[in-house]
């Protein structure tokens, strides 16, 4: 059995020399650009109450879970200096970015059992993961990567539980630490799934692909 490090480069650290060569201002085309989404943006699998059903979310990995509360405190400090005439907050943040998750010190605070993910409908994936926590992601970078992956969904809602929950705070606060920030009273309106992978397929149009399941977990090594 081949092993899953393969998706990981391809999920994590393309994705992460992707960000450093942003914020080393190093030339990239726009093809190259919107390519490196595919791995940012899935199409989630769920069967429920409302039938079987795929949406498109975006994803990310994060850091394991002794290291959240640090990692969101500089997160939200960040956040807190957001000025709409400050054209420097989204640099900053990109620097935090490598500090916290991509770069190369980082990465072995970075936990790959999982992916985080925010709920913005509500609609049908939200209906039948209330019910059936079952999920399988589907990557597709064309012409010819894609992976799959099986799992389960966890769903972290302050607005049902009311409480303050760690997973909904840090990976509303992830995205907001690079993009232009929607006020820390969104993110109460904004659950969080957690999915946590169970196992790995290699689905490529290639010799390794087709479908075949791959050795998770697996060693750095």
């Known amino acids: 059995m081949d092993n899953a490090k393969r998706f990981f480069d391809w999920a994590f650290d393309a994705r992460a020399e992707n960000v450093i060569k942003l914020y080393n201002g190093e030339q990239m085309s726009m093809e190259k650009m919107f390519i ?25 990995f994060l850091p394991k879970d002794e290291y959240l509360e640090e990692v969101l405190e500089i ?26 998750m991509y770069g190369e010190d980082a990465r072995k605070r970075i936990d790959f059992t999982k992916l985080g993910s925010l709920e913005l409908a509500k609609k049908q994936s939200w209906e039948n993961y209330q019910v059936n ?10 012409p010819m990567i894609s992976y799959k992956l099986k799992g389960t969904i966890e769903i972290y809602d302050e607005e049902s ?16 630490v690079y993009h232009r920030p929607g006020g820390f009273d969104l993110w109460i309106k904004q659950p969080a799934y957690i999915f946590r992978i169970e196992e790995i397929y290699d689905n490529s149009a290639s010799r390794n692909g087709f ?3 791959l050795e998770y977990p697996y060693s750095e090594e």
């Open 36 to 60: 490196s989404f595919c791995s940012h943006e899935p199409a989630f699998i769920s069967h429920g109450p409302a039938g079987l059903n795929a949406s498109v979310k975006g994803v990310g």
């Open 75 to 100: 997160y939200i400090e960040h956040i807190k200096t957001f000025d709409p005439e400050d054209k420097s907050y989204s640099q900053r943040g990109l620097k935090i970015l490598i500090e916290q």
């Open 133 to 142: 926590k079952d999920a399988a992601l589907i990557f597709h970078q064309p």
């Open 161 to 176: 539980t009311g409480k303050r929950e760690l997973y909904q705070q840090f990976i509303n606060a992830q995205h907001d």
């Open 211 to 213: 479908g075949a399941r």
